[in-house]
Antibody
Framework: EVQLVESGGGLVQPGRSLKLSCLAS????????MNWIRQAPGKGLEWVAS????????YYADTVKGRFTISRDNAKNTLYLQMTSLRSEDTALYYC????????WGQGVMVTVSS | DVVMTQTPVSLSVSLGGQVSISCRSS???????????LSWYLQKPGQSPQLLIY???NRFSGISDRFSGSGSGTDFTLKISRVEPDDLGVYYC?????????FGAGTKLELK
């Protein structure tokens, strides 16, 4: 069974950093591109970043480019999102999702940016 | 960026009825490789989104044939027949033809 479990969220002050993790199981992680997608409270879905299976290709939404870094460790079956210079508008539930279109999604991890 | 416009914003349906949701893109979603990367998702209350349809009309594994997708170019439709209680939630279309990937704003399906 495919499972994606996010962790690392929480309450953080504006301008600070946070690193999210997504532990994958039930499939060969190194064979799949992965994504981070977020959903602000009561809002729709926003694609954040994608990384190819071998990390050769990485793409970001303009809203996070230069502040967020997506990465992966295939030996640990883990996807990461390093978030810096956080803003209030980054407050959202962050999902990790497999491939595109995203066929499996994690349960999400909440990030709240507030002073 | 490709803007995805969904209509209607909300929809009321009786159990057993049929509904259609429209999704229009600001640019053609036909990729250079000939594929059209338009997909549909359902987010049930309190849950993560789930993939229903990919590449316009292909049902994802385990998805009922009551769900069907159609369309081409910039104009797409999701039809749900014989609506069941478990179908209720917010439906999103999304494009993966070009970065940045984008989603529609969602259509909320409610019981009449």
């Amino acid at each position: 069974e495919v499972q994606l479990v996010e962790s690392g969220g929480g309450l953080v002050q504006p301008g600070r950093s946070l690193k999210l993790s997504c532990l994958a199981s039930g499939f060969t992680f190194s064979n799949y591109g992965m994504n981070w997608i977020r959903q602000a409270p009561g809002k729709g879905l926003e694609w954040v970043a994608s990384i190819s299976s071998s990390s050769s290709y990485i793409y970001y939404a303009d809203t996070v480019k230069g502040r967020f870094t997506i990465s992966r460790d295939n030996a640990k079956n883990t996807l990461y999102l390093q978030m810096t210079s956080l803003r209030s508008e980054d407050t959202a539930l962050y999902y990790c999702a497999r491939t595109w279109p995203p066929d499996y999604w994690g349960q999400g991890v909440m990030v709240t940016v507030s002073s | 960026d490709v803007v995805m416009t969904q209509t209607p914003v909300s929809l009321s349906v009786s159990l057993g009825g049929q509904v259609s949701i429209s999704c229009r893109s600001s640019q053609s979603l036909v990729h250079n490789n000939g594929n059209t990367y338009l997909s549909w998702y359902l987010q049930k209350p309190g849950q993560s989104p789930q993939l229903l349809i990919y590449k316009v009309s292909n049902r994802f594994s385990g998805i009922s044939d009551r769900f069907s997708g159609s369309g081409s170019g910039t104009d797409f439709t999701l039809k749900i027949s014989r609506v069941e209680p478990d179908d209720l939630g917010v439906y999103y279309c999304g494009q993966g033809t070009q970065y940045p990937y984008t989603f529609g704003a969602g259509t909320k399906l409610e019981l009449k």
